[in-house]
């Protein structure tokens, strides 16, 4: 696209300082009041940063092939710096603008030093391509990030709501937080039964406080699992069914006659003593002398 | 021809499955488990299946007629050890198995044997 | 859909029946299929297997694995030149409770499988086949 005697390489190279100037002062305006000390500095080493890597790369290869060699270092420090925008919480369309902006300082000089209308055009025309192309790189850069840090953040909170505690001997407690869709149901179930079988115990409260909705489906694995762990030797209590929980499980059809439900974990867990064998009694405080 | 091993625990009767039964061996330890009963008058019979990779419904039967007989001759049943993947499978493919008390392991079946035995001994059998 | 590997085993008699749940239990494991997915297939298996050779006579399973894009699975189609089922809704229908007859196994097999699909007429024989993905 650029030929051999294209301008860029050379006004890049002697206009530096000059271009570097113009362009961050367009940046920091764009941002307005988001500017602080710590901004400034990064936008002034990634605007330098950059128009070191574009004139190496345009002087080396021209824009023939923006996927080439030559421009590796180039898209790497674009995909660094879109990756820590995007952690820092700026916009996509912050993060593009920060080549884009590049356009008017550079333009501006083009029309001060080259006088050919058609070499101008030309010249304006091929960086306007690369310049476009380079700032799709940093959109797409941006995106992939977001989407892996919503996918590491989705298996946190996927391991965070699914624990099993042991109450006390023999009494397991299941608290489930969030909604539960049909997957990450079954998996939830399959740990508990596999810590019935692990603890050994024999009765295991399953918490649904922190649930807002039960569709039929998660219904349907809740009874499921209470049937297996009865099947394995092991009593399940449902607790913590809120009024409207209760209303959709009616309206649904579900029958948990068979199963022991109780309003709250506190109300579960002395059932579950109780069936264990076990009571609570106080012992004589003595005041020390 | 093969057989499983039945132990003798006191008054109770031990057996541990642990291979994967072809349909004859899963009636002669029914045909075997009940002579075992009468013989040795048996006031319980514990089945082990912690070894068990499945258990189908043919499988399933067996263990409700062995505890069909043993009740119908005064004895109690525990089966006990059952995998979780056997478990949910079960529950997917609808056998109810009602009837047969169950534990999670030997121990916890010894103590629900006794138990129910000594309540037997009162007015009539535990409820499990 | 495409299929990779294809074994006929042969069901005549009981002994046949864990023969072929080994097969299959095998197969499973080699295709990365978790623990509960492998009894269910495995124990569709022994219902299909004794159905086919209880009220088949005898007959064939056909173990094959397959591949959906990047999806791995285990196919079976179990055959049988015996009876025929008359009533394949009524037997589908029959859970374990209501006692004997063809519903036993089938609908049970049906629920453990993702897929299940079953050509039969009286005098025709059976022809039952059962598919499960391997789970993501």
Redesign the interface.
Known sequence: MLSTSSRLPEILKNHREALLKEWISLQLAAIGRRTNAATEQSLKTDSSDFLTYFADAAKADGFTNLQGEKWNALRDFLNNLSSSRAKEGFTPTETASFIFSLKQPLFMRFRAEIGDPNALTEEIWNTTLVLDTLGLFTTEAFQRTREETISRQQQELLELSTPVVRLWENVLALPLIGTLDSGRTQVVM?NLLEAIVATRSDIAIIDITGVPTVDTLVAQHLLKTVAAARLMGADCIISGIRPQIAQTIIHLGVDLSEVTTKATMADAFQVALSRAGMTITRSDLRPTK | MERIPILKMGEFLLVSIQV?????LALTLQDDLTAGIVKHRARGVMIDISAL??????I?RMLSNIANMARLLDAQTVVVGMQ???A??LV?????MRGIPTALDVEKGIALLDAAIRGASGNGSAVL | MEVQSSETLSISE??D??LV??AV?KKAVGLGFN??D???I??AT??LA?NTLEYGGGGTILIQTVQNGRRGGLRLTFEDQGPGIADVALALKD???TGNGMG??L??AK??SDEFEIETAPGKGTRVSILRWRSA
């Open positions: 399959q | 994967d039964m072809h349909d004859r990779e499945m258990v189908d419904s043919f399933g979780p993947s056997v949910i499978t997917e493919l609808g056998l109810p | 009981s002994e029946i864990v749940r080994q239990r623990l509960v492998q009894t269910k495995v124990t022994s219902e004794r859970g374990y409770t036993l196994g609908s049970g629920r453990l």
